[in-house]
């Protein structure tokens, strides 16, 4: 059995007779399924969420079935609102297991009181509960799922985790990935003139810069330009801007991976959004493209909006 207390990363993951991965996902009603469940979306799992016990095996068949080179990865999250849980539960892996299928299973834990908590803050019944009291549904519900805990690959008890603490441990289960991002950052570059975007974590005003607007031979172009990059990044300050940016940023990016984040939008502006702050975005897109934990897109919200 596995100790509750450590979050091995998967050193041989859970595969089938085609290469694809299979993972179940389960544990007590409130211990983080939800949260576990969008870590490994984030990662690339395709995740099933509430799978009948019985459908296992047909969903490994369909799986095995895909023609894509690729293997892929999936994820069944399987709980007790299949009311006859256990006995299904154990047939559907003994089915997976004789097809040839190595299914891992990661089961979500907390301690009573971290669970009466959680269904008290959300205000919402045990689903074992029925007209007794939520301790009940909960004390229930550990006595169906005490074999299963006992045979799990892996147990993660999130009694004292918050749901960020609890995510690096579902990620720290997972181990790491050759081709897992771990935060997507949106460079925006945007018009003042028609509004700083809702959605901006932070955001950078590129007006402290001469204009190429006002110079005729590069108003025609735009920040994606050579030209008018050139002449944007060789103005006094500018690279130094940039310089200091990317410095400032690196604590504020590290802090979301510590976090969990999983994306971010920084967002630079000008009066127009068609020279200075597209150029300002494109340079800092570049950089941040080094940074293997960071997958940077850039975005010109307003270009060709004149």
Avoid at 2 to 16: K, L, N, R, W
Avoid at 225 to 253: C, I, K, Y
């Amino acid at each position: 059995m596995s100790d509750p207390s450590q979050t091995p990363a998967v050193s041989e993951p859970a595969t089938g007779p085609t290469g694809h991965e299979l993972l179940i996902l389960t544990g007590m009603s409130g211990a983080g399924r939800t949260s576990a469940a969008n870590v490994l979306e984030d990662a690339q799992w395709y995740v099933i969420d509430n799978l009948p016990p019985q459908m296992l095996s047909a969903m490994a068949e369909l799986l095995a079935g895909r023609s894509e080179k690729a293997p892929m990865k999936l994820a069944a999250v399987v709980d007790v609102r299949a009311r006859t849980f256990f006995t299904d539960f154990r047939d559907g892996l003994d089915r997976l297991r004789d097809e040839g299928w190595r299914p891992l299973v990661l089961f979500m834990d907390a301690t009573d009181e971290a669970l009466v908590r959680r269904f008290e803050s959300v205000r919402r019944p045990h689903p074992l509960q029925g007209e007794g009291r939520l301790l009940d549904g909960i004390q229930t519900e550990r006595e169906v799922l005490r074999e299963l805990r006992a045979n799990a690959d892996v147990i993660i008890d999130t009694s004292g985790l918050n749901v960020h603490q609890l995510s690096a441990k579902v990620r720290q289960f997972l181990g790491p990935s050759d081709h897992q991002v771990a935060l997507r950052v949106a460079v925006l570059s945007f018009g003042f003139k028609y509004g700083i975007p809702l959605d901006a974590d932070i955001v950078f005003d590129m007006r402290f810069l001469p204009n190429p607007f006002w110079n005729p031979e590069l108003r025609p172009f735009t920040g994606q330009d050579q030209v008018v990059s050139d002449f944007v990044l060789s103005q006094d300050g500018a690279t130094e801007f940039l310089d200091r940016a990317e410095a400032m940023l690196e604590p504020v990016l590290r802090g979301y991976l510590r976090e969990g984040r999983s994306y971010a939008t920084i967002a630079f502006g000008c009066t127009g959004g068609k020279h200075r702050s597209v150029a300002m975005a494109e340079a800092l897109r570049s950089r941040l493209d080094a940074d293997p934990d960071i997958r940077a897109v850039v975005v010109h919200r307003d270009l060709g909006r004149e």
